[in-house]
């Protein structure tokens, strides 16, 4: 017996009695975490009236352009939502998703969240567009989702470091002010855009004076 067989055999005898990593799926799932990003879901508020109020925020929000709505204006005789519209189609395109969760943020209503919903593969690629009618809760099952979970604040390990004033990850919190030019002096240029560009924001902003100020080049 070669030195690798027993090399092997001595891997498998290592590890065999270890729990399993893997797990039976379908039988069997895994726990997900609560900020779990799957399937999109439409809410309701408790009186049953739709949360979406059509304004297309979602869409535009969207990088992969997976979200398509035609907004339809609600009149007394027919509410959907509280708004002066309401989506009366509403599809997104689950093979353009990317899952990133920009639609939920967007959403000034609260009307879609991304739930734990991932078992979502089709043979047919016109299975993966959800529908309204696919996505809405049902009458009597309002919920605000993955919305409860996002309202809480990230745990303190989850900061991002960035660059202060030292100049170095020092771990702490970021900050609008931190990633711009913020509270970091600028002794030295710091250029957002391209040196003569730069050179105008600080002319008009007055508030930083350019090292080594190039002279513009007359076109
Ligand atoms: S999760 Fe991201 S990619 Fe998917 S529909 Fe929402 S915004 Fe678009
Ligand atoms: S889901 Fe939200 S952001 Fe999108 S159209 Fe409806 S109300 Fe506007």
């Given at each position: 017996m070669s030195f690798d067989i027993l090399k092997g055999m001595a891997t498998t005898l290592k590890n065999m009695g270890k729990k399993p990593t893997?797990?039976?799926?379908p039988e069997e799932e895994r726990e997900l975490p609560p900020r779990f990003r799957g399937r999109h879901v439409l809410h309701r508020y408790d009186n049953e009236?739709?949360?979406?109020?059509?304004?297309?925020l979602c869409a535009g929000a969207c990088p992969a352009d997976a979200i398509y709505i035609e907004a339809e204006e609600n009149t007394e005789e027919d509410?959907?939502?509280?708004?002066?519209r309401y989506a009366k189609v509403f599809d997104v395109n689950l093979l353009r998703c990317?899952?990133?969760?920009y639609c939920q943020a967007a959403c000034p209503t609260g009307a879609i969240t991304l739930e734990h919903?991932?078992?979502?593969?089709?043979?047919?690629?016109?299975?993966?567009?959800?529908?309204k009618e696919q996505l809405l809760e049902p009458r009597g099952q309002a919920t605000i989702g993955s919305n409860a979970v996002w309202f809480e604040p990230p745990p303190p390990e989850t900061a991002q470091p960035v660059p202060q004033e030292s100049k170095v990850f020092d771990g702490s919190e970021a900050s609008a002010a931190a990633v711009g030019l913020g509270n970091i002096h600028t002794e030295e240029p710091v250029l957002l855009v391209n040196e003569e560009q730069d050179e105008d924001r600080r002319e008009i902003t007055g508030k930083m004076k350019p090292v080594g100020k190039k002279k513009r080049q007359e076109p």
């Open positions: 893997t797990v039976s799926f009236l739709e949360r979406c109020v059509g304004c297309y509410r959907v939502s509280p708004g002066e990317i899952f990133c969760g919903e991932y078992k979502l593969a089709s043979f047919y690629p016109e299975d993966m567009v959800f529908h």
